[in-house]
DNA sequence: ACCGGAATCC
DNA sequence: GGATTCCGGT
């Protein structure tokens, strides 16, 4: 049966890349290892929407709350996705079972006392699409770093609060209790989900050119730091988080006042350095932290010169974690610039088990 | 409207 | 596995 799922507006293109603006990572949809599921799901599809100046008459944002949306037309969502999935059949009824199956998946719940409302638990939906057998995949520069934690904004577990938070620090979190970290390992087989950590190279794929690579964000905590609190772990400097947030994530109250652009502006969209000034890519999804645990939040990574450039094969010689930690760490307040400029390159590392 | 079990499809 | 379809119940 001829089917126009293509020819509307909304696309159905497993992209990596930007799609009228909007970014669909590869990790919104599912791993290649499950063949056939590489369709788009529901809950993807109502991110879709949700992003769409067109069709913020049929579902849109909730103002106020965070990841909640409503359904304005119920009748025209469902013929959206039935027509996505040439299920013309479709109906809300439908939808809704669908919907349904996501609470116990953790990955929507529904707004009780609210007609046509739900709300995302970001958390569940990352963590959940972001392959983590990719998450240990070494990078291969050539600058070594002792601690694999220590190019990391670090954030005390205390200030954890949904959903951002415990999106970032749920994989960083739930395999040991702190204090009973231990350095891992990449994981064997690439099934092996479960004993991983969280790092972005799931992310890759909406990064820009020269950020295609597997970084050093987003792995946790487990590489022994000494610390005096549970700590957790957010994006390090080297991810243009820009392009993630803006099109998954709902606006701000404040990002809602504005003139309706779907765009992130220039202060987030530009190259992360910048002459003169350095742009914290991870400002903005800081910022959302900032606004729910409703704390600063601390930033840490090193300064060049405690690097160890690692000249090519052969022994390197590995910074002492303390002495990276004590001497290296540099407050980074939110909602300010920061004077000094750490290269991106310095933010590379090289895992040990690197081939030469 | 909303919920969730069950069977079924792909 | 992720819906889709159906349906009895609240």
């Known amino acids: 049966m001829y089917c126009n799922c293509f020819s509307e507006g909304i696309l159905a293109a497993p992209v990596n890349h930007w799609v009228s603006g909007l970014a669909f990572p590869d990790w919104a949809y599912k ?5 056939g599921s590489r369709q788009i799901q529901l809950w993807h599809f109502i991110l879709e929407l949700l992003q769409k100046e067109e069709f913020r008459h049929v579902i849109a944002w909730q103002q106020g709350e965070y990841g909640e949306f409503v359904i304005k037309d119920p009748d025209e969502v469902a013929r959206l996705w ?6 013309p059949q479709m109906n809300y009824d439908k939808l809704s079972r669908a919907l349904r199956y996501y609470y116990n998946k953790r990955i929507l719940h529904k707004t009780k006392g609210k007609k046509f409302t739900y709300k995302f638990n970001f958390s ?16 291969s520069p050539r600058l070594l770093l002792r601690s694999p934690a220590l190019c990391q904004p670090l954030v005390p577990m205390a200030k954890q609060s949904e959903p951002l938070y415990s999106m970032l620090c749920t994989r960083a979190t739930e395999t040991q209790p702190a204090g009973e970290r231990t350095p891992q390992r990449p994981p064997k087989a690439s099934g092996d989900k479960e004993s991983s950590s969280f790092n972005c190279e799931c992310f890759g794929s909406v990064l820009g050119p020269g950020w295609q690579r597997p970084c050093c964000c987003l792995r946790n905590l487990q590489g022994g730091l000494p610390s005096p609190a549970p700590l957790a772990s957010v994006p390090c400097l080297c991810c243009n988080w820009t392009h993630l947030l803006g099109p998954i994530l709902p606006p701000l109250p404040s990002e809602q006042s504005l003139s309706g652009s779907s765009k992130p502006g220039p202060r987030l969209s530009g190259p992360m350095c910048m002459p003169g000034t350095w742009h914290f890519p991870g400002l903005h999804l800081l910022a959302r932290l900032r606004q729910n645990t409703g704390q600063g939040l601390w930033c840490q990574f090193l300064r060049p010169e405690e690097l160890v450039v690692n000249p ?35 933010m590379r590392v090289m895992w040990p088990s690197d081939p030469p």
Not at 31 to 35: D, R, T, V, Y
Not at 82 to 87: A, E, I, N, V
Not at 322 to 329: A, D, H, K, Q
């Open 31 to 35: 791993a290649e290892s499950s063949p």
């Open 82 to 87: 039935g027509r996505r999935k040439c299920k």
């Open 124 to 139: 569940k939906l990352m963590v959940a699409n972001c392959p983590p057998w990719k998450v240990w995949a070494p990078p």
């Open 312 to 346: 090519g094969p052969g022994p390197s010689r590995h910074l002492d974690s303390n002495e990276g930690l004590s001497s290296g760490t540099q407050g980074l307040k939110l909602g300010k610039g920061i004077s000094m400029s750490p290269n991106p390159e310095n």
